[in-house]
């Protein structure tokens, strides 16, 4: 398989240190919203979420619907707040793995990311079952997760190009860096 040299504008080994980065710390953040909202999941009364429905304007939504997607959400965010708290160990690999060198430690995020990808598509089914798939918030909603799923697809490159360059030992063969005039 051919070996993608970069990831945007740098090397393959740099974007990986990057993307890690940016997974760790979107991880930390998001734990605290999961935990956020997971204490802050209670039981809604029928006439409050027909309060609320009417205030929103969202006619479309019938009160059975928005109790069957508040269920269904407080079970996603449990499935992100396990998700979050693997990819940060995962990323914590993968940094030391591409700092040092080490082939091996680059694989969990290798799995990581199809596994991911995965509960982002279960998400999107689950809300395209609640609310339709025509639905204006399910569209809002699954329109995010996709371009996540996409984004997920060309992260996964990176690290399997650079994951790839380790074990074949192709490192420091590309003297292209961008680097201070």
């Avoid at 940094?95 to 509960?119: E, H, N, S, T």
Wanted: charged share 15%; with cysteine; net charge negative.
């Amino acid at each position: 398989m051919a070996v993608m040299e970069r990831c945007c504008c740098c090397r393959v080994k740099t974007g990986s240190l990057i993307l890690g980065a940016l997974f760790l710390i979107g991880s930390i953040l998001a734990i605290g919203r999961d935990v956020k909202d997971i204490k802050e999941n209670e039981d809604i009364s029928n006439e409050d979420l027909q309060q609320v429905l009417n205030h929103l304007q969202m006619d479309s939504i019938t009160v059975d619907q928005m109790q069957s997607f508040l269920a269904t959400q407080h079970y996603i965010t449990i499935a992100d707040l396990i998700l979050c708290i693997v990819t940060i160990v995962v990323s914590g690999l993968l940094i030391y793995g591409v700092q040092k060198g080490i082939a091996r430690l680059l694989v969990p995020i290798l799995v990581l990311i199809p596994m991911d990808f995965l509960v982002r598509f279960i998400f999107v089914c689950f809300h395209s079952f609640n609310l339709g798939f025509f639905h204006t918030m399910s569209i809002t909603m699954n329109l995010g997760c996709c371009i996540l799923m996409v984004c997920d697809i060309f992260i996964w490159l990176c690290f399997f190009s650079h994951w790839q360059q380790i074990k074949d030992g192709l490192i420091g063969q590309d003297d292209n860096e961008m680097r201070r005039a």
